[in-house]
């Protein structure tokens, strides 16, 4: 997946839409294609994607079967005409070229919009977790996996960024820098483990108020 400017929650994107509701924040994030050889809207192939996933088909062939087995009753919900569904080839492509750090903004930004939620996340949590079925071994056949890096919101409910990265070539501490540069921290409280409570880390962060 393709990674472009760095996003801040409180940046709106362009044109932002107006509404709550999911298919309306994805049409307002800008097609990632080449306008050439297109033939599904952008933001019905994100809308499918995260169907399947919340199905428990969060695979390529999983999203293509969902769409098949579901078209008709989206084409009747969503007015779209949808005469063949999308391969699994074909959401391959759209995923590779997608924008993530726009797309992770425009669902944090969703999220505040739903009703009940504040302006403001009061408490930020970071978590480091390992990811299933990722342990590789590297040429001198040491242990290596993939790790992320999650921030979720006590406010909102779920995790509003992450950040994944192989642990021969990276850690969980410069993970997570990355992800508050990405997160306007005034008035936020981050908690993290004793692991990121440390002089150094501290000076780098771009707020001006305490973080613990």
């Known amino acids: 997946m393709r990674r472009s400017r760095p996003y801040l929650l409180t940046s709106p994107l362009e044109n932002p839409a107006a509404a709550t509701d999911l298919i309306s924040f994805l049409k307002a994030l800008p097609d990632c294609r080449l306008r050439r050889g297109i033939r599904y809207p952008q933001w019905w192939m994100l809308l499918v994607a995260i169907l399947a996933i919340l199905s428990n088909q969060g695979s390529l062939l999983g999203m293509e079967r969902f769409a098949k087995r579901h078209r008709k009753t989206l084409n009747e919900l969503l007015g779209t005409h949808i005469a063949n569904p999308p391969s699994d080839s074909t959401f391959r492509l759209l995923l590779s070229q997608l924008d993530v750090d726009g797309f992770d903004a425009l669902l944090q930004q969703w999220m505040a919009a739903q009703p009940g939620v504040t302006e403001s996340v009061d408490t930020l949590v970071c978590d480091g977790?390992?990811?299933?079925?990722?342990?590789?071994?590297?040429?001198?056949?040491?242990?290596?996996?993939?790790?992320?890096?999650?921030?979720?919101?006590?406010?909102?409910?779920?995790?509003?960024?992450?950040?994944?990265?192989?642990?021969?070539?990276?850690?969980?501490?410069?993970?997570?820098?990355?992800?508050?540069?990405?997160?306007?921290?005034?008035?936020?409280?981050?908690q993290a483990d004793a692991l990121h409570a440390n002089r150094p880390f501290s000076s780098t962060s771009s707020s001006v108020t305490p973080t613990s």
């Open 129 to 190: 977790k390992t990811l299933r079925g990722s342990i590789d071994q590297t040429a001198s056949g040491a242990a290596r996996f993939i790790a992320q890096v999650s921030l979720y919101s006590n406010t909102l409910g779920v995790a509003i960024a992450q950040n994944t990265y192989a642990t021969d070539a990276g850690g969980e501490i410069a993970a997570l820098r990355q992800l508050l540069d990405r997160v306007e921290l005034n008035g936020l409280l981050v």
